[in-house]
């Protein structure tokens, strides 16, 4: 068997089943005293939600379990839908909660682990608005944050410390796209009794299960692959037993919610997650090998390509790559500049995740481990969409040539 039939073979443990399957219970998509129901949940567009009397109302109240009516800001059944449909697809985990954007749910699953006077250690890949959230709000809030080497493994034990009280991860990293390893570090975690927190944005649970991998909390920018249609800002951190009622607490306290509108367009972006993701894999490593070959290229950052940091630790722990990488151009930012502007079927701008391909320049900000490709050229990241791969090589052979 290849290497990717061994992987489209791990993929094939009925994730696509629960991909259709979730979030579709009765009590999603049916109406009290009628017979049979509906295919998706519909849209419960609510701020007040009403009780029988009195009595009804301060039980409810007193309870306030998920999945119950209380009031709009705790969600309605579209959005209970889309969190039990997103818990279903992580192994180990209790339960999920939403959020209006990624950033919101990065920084909730932080302010809910930490306390003032704690030490965050944070990978030194970590997203921008991360890092930038450690440095401003944490340290005016009393809390340390210091980098890690992304590729510190089991050696994080070193930076560990009396304070240290959680481990934020991102794997692979954002612009450079080191893979971690999750395992070892989660290992040396438990043991001194640190939580670990993981953007799993770039893989999803179909390509990295995390807590299975033994992390304690990890978290999704569903306005990338899970809503997967660029018209969507939607975060979801999701978390074991011992976790989970602090994330919801906290959540709840911060008063974040999610329009039914956005939850159920979320919904309907997962029904096609493993086929989107498929195709996002094969164009982009169709793409990435093109590009690896040219003589303008100095390299091309995707865990799949062998030189790519890391690229053993994806090869053991994933079942597949996505369709967001990154290349090293010869030449200065002018070079880059030209080649993006060049480009026609790449739109140039933020995000990702969605149908349509993408091109942006990347600067990375890195403290302690400055990014193997630094002095080699300049970087673009590509979001690679679901276009014909014919047409996005010729888009970029095109830009090589102009900007040459
Ligand atoms: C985009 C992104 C986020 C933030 O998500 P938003 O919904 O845009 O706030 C977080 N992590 C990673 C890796 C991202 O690419």
Request: contains cysteine; charged residues 25%.
């Amino acid at each position: 068997m290849s290497d990717e039939d061994q992987k489209s073979d791990r993929r094939k443990t009925g994730t696509d089943t629960k991909l259709v399957t979730s979030g579709r219970a009765k009590k999603w998509v049916s109406a009290p005293g009628t017979k049979g129901h509906v295919v998706n949940p519909p849209v419960w567009r609510a701020s007040t939600h009403l009780y029988d009397n009195v009595a009804a109302l301060k039980a409810g109240t007193a309870r306030n379990d998920d999945g119950d009516f209380f009031y709009g800001r705790r969600g309605a059944p579209t959005q209970w839908a889309l969190a039990e449909a997103l818990t279903d697809l992580e192994p180990g985990a209790e339960g999920t909660m939403l959020f209006p954007s990624g950033v919101a749910a990065i920084h909730a699953a932080l302010l809910a682990v930490l306390s003032p006077g704690d030490v965050l250690l944070m990978t030194d890949s970590a997203y921008g608005p991360s890092r930038g959230f450690a440095e401003g709000f944490l340290k005016k809030w009393g809390v340390e944050t210091r980098f890690f080497d992304p590729l510190a493994g089991a050696d994080i034990e070193q930076a560990i410390c009396d304070k240290t009280r959680a481990i934020l991860l991102e794997s692979p990293g954002s612009l450079t796209f080191e893979v971690q390893d999750v395992p070892a570090i989660c290992a040396v975690a438990k043991r001194r009794g640190v939580t670990t927190l993981l953007d799993n944005t770039w893989a999803t649970p179909l390509l990295f299960p995390a807590i299975e991998h033994g992390i304690d909390i990890t978290i999704l920018a569903g306005t990338k692959y899970i809503v997967g249609h660029s018209d969507v800002m939607l975060g979801s951190v999701t978390a074991t037993a011992e976790h989970y009622r602090a994330i919801r607490t906290t959540a709840q306290t911060l008063g974040h919610v999610v329009s039914p509108d956005d939850a159920w367009l979320a919904l309907r972006g997962l029904r096609t997650l493993g086929v989107r993701l498929r195709s996002h894999e094969s164009a982009a490593l169709e793409i990435a090998r093109w590009l690896a070959e040219r003589d303008d290229v100095a390299t091309v950052l995707h865990p799949a390509l062998s030189y790519c940091p890391g690229h053993d630790i994806w090869e053991r722990d994933f079942n597949g790559s996505s369709g967001l990488f990154a290349f090293v151009l010869k030449g200065g930012p002018g070079r880059r500049e030209r080649f993006i502007d060049a480009l026609n079927l790449f739109g140039i701008g933020y995000s990702w995740g969605g149908f349509e391909s993408l091109a942006i320049p990347a600067d990375p900000v890195r403290t302690v481990r400055k990014a193997d490709c630094a002095d080699q050229g300049s970087l673009i990241r590509l979001q690679i969409g679901l276009e014909n791969v014919a047409d996005l090589i010729d888009d970029l052979g095109a830009a090589f040539k102009v900007s040459g």
